[in-house]
Each structure stands twice: as structure tokens, then as C-alpha cells.
């Protein structure tokens, strides 16, 4: 079944009651049996049987299903948060004195959930390409995760390479794909063995829900179900679910004004005086362009720039100038969002990370594409006046 099907229809085909064309929204904390063996044989399985709203839920299910199938995995779990899915993703694949790569940049608190570990024995080691992941691998090391694009700098990495590399070196992998959306990339046809999605961005694409998807294997998935995500209680609320359901039935149109617009305007920065780089892998220019194009189906709408400035305030006050991009955390929503490292991080970390003072992400929403050009030539004016 292809995607846009996927997106829409499928696990749906059944009449909803009264011929509703959304499904009902299951606001059930328990479910009831007839026998106590039942129950008991449930709560066996209690990642795929009904019990109570922490274990799973039908609408929560239906998202599961949708999501699997998107991901080309066999099974997907949801979670409230993206970090939930990390977070209990990472936690069920090593144990104490265990030690994992982490490759290019990747999301804030992944490396901070990673730093945490620590006081359980799980070390990590940051590294930038497969010749650092060579040099830093240990007898201990079970896990390689990584972003691609990475991080704010987004960087393509070269999936099935890395995946090549850590299989013959018995290594599991992880891949946060939040950027790409599983329309646009599938990892885990690239040999990666889970893949984790902060629904709160694209897939749910209005900025109204929190949430996450771990898919892959049952093999991983199962455990997984059965122990982290019912001992963490990040469980997805069927409302948020039935929002990710929503938000799958346009996410192939969304996705497809996102590029246009999201291309439309990096190609107006990147010829703009007062911007250094745009870090955009759908531009030509871009280094990791052609491996990108190899590996990916399409590009969504978040990158950064880099201001001709060393100003943190010139930095500020472009974003103060800007009208419709709007400034805020997270991204992928339909509104156009922008932020900025050097104002947000801290100085040290930022230095640390290797950020660049002038750098700004954008997240280029569903406004018409010149409006928002517009509104950033104006902003530019007098960027790079401040020596
Ligand atoms: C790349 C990436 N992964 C994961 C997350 C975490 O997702 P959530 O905010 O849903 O916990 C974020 C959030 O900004 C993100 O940018």
C-alpha cells in the first residue's frame, strides 16, 4: 500500500459506528473481561491486549499501526514525548558498563538523557564521522545513534554506510528521523534497526500535541513495550493520538508545501549578502546533497542560517524584526518559526557545540513562500553593519 494511503485510510477500513468517518476516541482508562483466566492471559500480554490505558490503548493502537506501516517496521510503539521514545529506547538496549557511539549532532536532551545514564555505568562518546566511530569503539560498545540530518547543523549522514559499518561490528542502531518524516526517508530500509520520531513536529504538524514512535523489529519492540514503556509511563493519551491521526491524514500535502516553500526560501538566503551559509540539504551547494538525494524522497522545511554578524544582539535583532516567522522552540508545525543558539543557549555550550553566533533555525511553515521572503529581506537589512 502506498504512502498517501498509509497516511489516510489505513487501519481505517472498517464503518466507524454511525458511518463516522474519524475513528471514535477510546477514553477508557480500563478495559473488563468475562473470566479471571482472561485477565490473567492479558496482562501476559499486555503489549498488544487491552488491560489499562498505561499498557496500550485501541486509538493509541491505530496510530501504532499507521505508523508501522509507514516506517516499513513491523511494529511501533507511542509514546507522550519524542523523549519518551528515546528515552526508553536507549534505556532497554544497554545495560550497566555498556558504552555508545553517538554520531554528529544530535537533539540537546538525547545527549543529556545519555550524560544521565552515566550514574547507572552507560558511558558515551561523541564522535563526527565512521573514521572517529573507529577510533572510539570499545569492547563495550553496544549502541550507535545518530540524526540525519544532524542536529542544527544538518549534516547528511550516510545511512547505509553507517549501518554497513555497525552490523559488522554487532553494534545496534538508532536513528532519530523526526526531520525527514518517514514519508520523505526509511531508515530502517537502510539497515538501521530502530527508528525514533518526535510526533510533536511534522506528524502532528499543528503544534497542538506532544508525542513520540519508536518502529522496528518485534524482536525489539516487544521488550520494549513490556518493560521501559510500562515503567516509565510515557504512555501517548488516545486524545493526542487521535491528533496524530489528524495530523497523518494531510501530512503528505503538508509535507509537500513544506519543501516548496522551505526550498524557496533557503535559495533566497543563500544568495542574500548578509547570510554567511544556509545549511539546507536540499540545495545544490549543499555538501551532503548528492547522498541526500540517494537516500531521501523529499526535504521538509527546517534548516539554519548563519548571519553575517558576531553580534549576539544583531542576531537578536533580526529575529525581533521578523513579522511572520514567529520565535519559539521546537518546529514542523504550519507556522513559521525561528530561533536562535546564541540566544538561547548558553554562551559556553554553544561555543562547546561548535555553533556559530550568527546561526538561526528556521522552520518555514505554511505561509505563501514570498510573504516570508519578504519578511526576511527586511529583517536582513543592516545585518553585518556591526563589526
Ligand atoms: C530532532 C528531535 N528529536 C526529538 C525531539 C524530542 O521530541 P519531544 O519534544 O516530542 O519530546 C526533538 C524536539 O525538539 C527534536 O528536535
Not at 508545501?257 to 545549511?279: D, K, S
Request: contains cysteine.
Amino acid at each position: 500500500m502506498d504512502d498517501e494511503w498509509i497516511c489516510g485510510r489505513l487501519g481505517e477500513d472498517e464503518p466507524w459506528v454511525l458511518g463516522a468517518v474519524n475513528p471514535p476516541v477510546f477514553e477508557n482508562s480500563i478495559f473488563t473481561f468475562e473470566t479471571a483466566q482472561e485477565l490473567g492471559e492479558a496482562i501476559r500480554n499486555e503489549d498488544e491486549r487491552y488491560v489499562y490505558w498505561r499498557g496500550t490503548n485501541p486509538t493509541v493502537d491505530l496510530v501504532q499501526r499507521k505508523l508501522a506501516a509507514l516506517e516499513r517496521g513491523e511494529r511501533a510503539k507511542c509514546f507522550g514525548s519524542g523523549m519518551g521514545a528515546i528515552a526508553a529506547t536507549i534505556s532497554s538496549l544497554v545495560s550497566a558498563g555498556d558504552h555508545v557511539l553517538v554520531l554528529g549532532a544530535v537533539y540537546g536532551p538525547t545527549t543529556q538523557f545519555l550524560r544521565y545514564l552515566e550514574k547507572f555505568g552507560v558511558t558515551h562518546t561523541h564522535v563526527d564521522d565512521l573514521a572517529g566511530c573507529d577510533s572510539a569503539i570499545k569492547a563495550s560498545t553496544r549502541l550507535l545513534y545518530f540524526e540525519s540530518p544532524s542536529y542544527m547543523a544538518y549534516a547528511v549522514v550516510d545511512i547505509a554506510e553507517v549501518t554497513g559499518w555497525a552490523r559488522e561490528r554487532g553494534l545496534v542502531t538508532v536513528m532519530d528521523n523526526t526531520w525527514s518524516t518517514p514519508l520523505f526517508q526509511k531508515p530502517l530500509t537502510m539497515g538501521v534497526d530502530l527508528v525514533v520520531h518526535s510526533l510533536s513536529k511534522y506528524i502532528g504538524g499543528h503544534s497542538d500535541l506532544v508525542g513520540g514512535v519508536v518502529t522496528g523489529p518485534s524482536r525489539l519492540i516487544r521488550p520494549l513495550a513490556l518493560t521501559e514503556y510500562q515503567l516509565y509511563g510515557a504512555a501517548m493519551s488516545p486524545h493526542d493520538a487521535a491528533k496524530v491521526i489528524k495530523g497523518l491524514r494531510t501530512l503528505p500535502v503538508r509535507m509537500a508545501a513544506h519543501q516548496e516553500r522551505g526550498l524557496a526560501v533557503a535559495a533566497f538566503l543563500e544568495g542574500h549578502p548578509a547570510v554567511r551559509a544556509v545549511n539546507h540539504p536540499g540545495l545544490p551547494s549543499h555538501p551532503g546533497h548528492a547522498i541526500a538525494l540517494q537516500q531521501m524522497t523529499g526535504f521538509s522545511s527546517l534548516f539554519s542560517i548563519v548571519l553575517d554578524t558576531e553580534s549576539r544582539d544583531e542576531v537578536g535583532a533580526f529575529l525581533d524584526k521578523l513579522r511572520y516567522f514567529r520565535i519559539g522552540v521546537s518546529w514542523g508545525g504550519f507556522e513559521s518559526l525561528v530561533n536562535a543558539p546564541a540566544l538561547s543557549t548558553e554562551e559556553s555550550v554553544r561555543a562547546t557545540m561548535g555553533i556559530p553566533v550568527g546561526l538561526a533555525r528556521l522552520s518555514v511553515g505554511l505561509e505563501p513562500a514570498d510573504a516570508l521572503i519578504k519578511d526576511l529581506g527586511l529583517a536582513l537589512e543592516g545585518v553585518g553593519r556591526l563589526a
